[in-house]
């Protein structure tokens, strides 16, 4: 990083593991902010940052000397107020090329003052960019989940998170759903996505996204009836 940024900012949530103690030995400037949400966070980390551009980059992320290059060349002299940066994601040990999970754009290069992440959109955030934005070439490396134990337990988050989007959006769930809803996924990922082309993962990941799709089914179903005006308890 130290090649083409700056400054490092580690914005930490208030961990209690050696993170701050190896971030900074890493010469990062460390901040500290309890997580809220995801979109909250990083506008904080936006107004913390000192530069004019700014680059996100997760934990269970990497980024090459490529990214650097690119970036310091695409930030030079432009118009643009932020990029959009692709991902190569590995699940389960695997490089996953098609399911849906390639080219996996991400907004995280932006112009420090022309953009904010939409504090209503809690997970999978959406920047609302003030100026036009572009696409850079060379990717991140994301690690992305490294068992299917850790798969559920965030699928089954945003799978929440999206029926209750679904619910306040004035969706339903219709008896048919329980069926259409994943068989739809499963031929969505597996051969309009050509999840086919990543063999045994990529039947695996289709199954799992389409057995989600019948859990948001559920959910919607269930906030129907609800008593809390549709919130699902934990």
Known sequence: MRDF?????????????????????????????????FPNQRNAAIELARGDWIFFIDADERATPEVGREILHATRNTQHVGFWI?????????????????PDYQPRVMRKGFARFDPAREVHELVVWDGAVGYLREPLIHYNYETPAQFRKKQIVYTRY??????????????RGAIGQ??????????????????????????LMAYYAFVRWRMLREMQISPLGGRIEA
């Open 86 to 102: 692709p991902r190569r994601n590995i699940l389960f040990g695997k490089e996953i090329r098609h399911t849906g999970w390639s």
């Open 5 to 37: 940024a700056d400054e490092l900012l580690v914005l930490d949530d208030c961990s209690t593991d050696d993170t701050v103690a190896i971030a900074r030995e890493m010469g990062a400037r460390v901040e500290s902010r309890k997580l809220d949400n």
């Open 182 to 207: 994943p068989l739809r996924e499963f031929l969505r990922r597996y051969i309009s996505l050509q999840g086919w082309r990543d063999g045994g993962h990529g039947l695996l990941l289709s199954v």
């Open 162 to 175: 999206e029926a209750q989007v679904w619910f306040a959006e004035g969706k339903r769930a219709r008896g």
